[in-house]
């Protein structure tokens, strides 16, 4: 299988570092990934500025964000289309609604809009040890054909999320939850600007059956996400309205 490793936690990332070493030996793996951290980089695109990209030992260290590598690698840097993208491991969760900011899980994106299919991995926990890296690639390494033989499209991203806090239990195919924090942002001390900062939460929007419960619980979830973003629901009740209702709405 022509595999497209990628993170974005940097080509020097124990994650990525783990995921090639477990892959590579049975696959044929190319690493675009970018030369330093771009956590909750989300979406971004380079596009009002030059990329530029260097080959390291295990791939290619490029200068822009994680959906930046995903596009490079397929349309420059690869003699041809892998058949997935994998982008992690993460360190650090990507349950629930941290889904919107993760770079992360937005690579995985990126092969699914240029039509391959993406997949993207975590561990739940920050700055965990190296052990679990390398549970998450072995469990992903043994379930990837299982993973590539499921009835879904491109259009269908896969985020797991490996557990490190609580005992391993199996995987849960599941649903993704919702992730609250207390925001703020904080006066830097060596400069005259503020940076985010917050913690997770308790709260009690969450049923069981969801990632961010369940991993807390010791399973290694996997939740399909989908690259087709419409309310169609929302949509089809709007079709079914005349537009001039709208216009009669209150203006105040």
Known sequence: MRILLTNDDGIGADGLRALYNELSPYHDCTVVAPDGERSASSHSLTIHSDLFYRKTDIGYAVSGSPADCVKLGVLHLLDGRPDVVISGINNGSNLGSDIMYSGTVSAAFEGAYLGIRGIAVSLSSHNAPEVFYVKAAKLLRECLGGLMDLPVTY?????????????????AFTKAGINLYNDKFVLCENSSGVRLKGV?????RNDDDCDVELVKNGFATITPLRLDRNDHDCLNRLKN????????????
């Open 155 to 171: 259009e269908t991203v896969l985020n797991i999320n490996y557990p490190v806090k609580a005992e391993y239990k199996g995987i």
């Open 200 to 204: 997770a939460v308790d709260h009690d």
């Open 241 to 252: 309205m005349d537009a001039a209702e709208l216009l009669c709405g209150s203006d105040t």
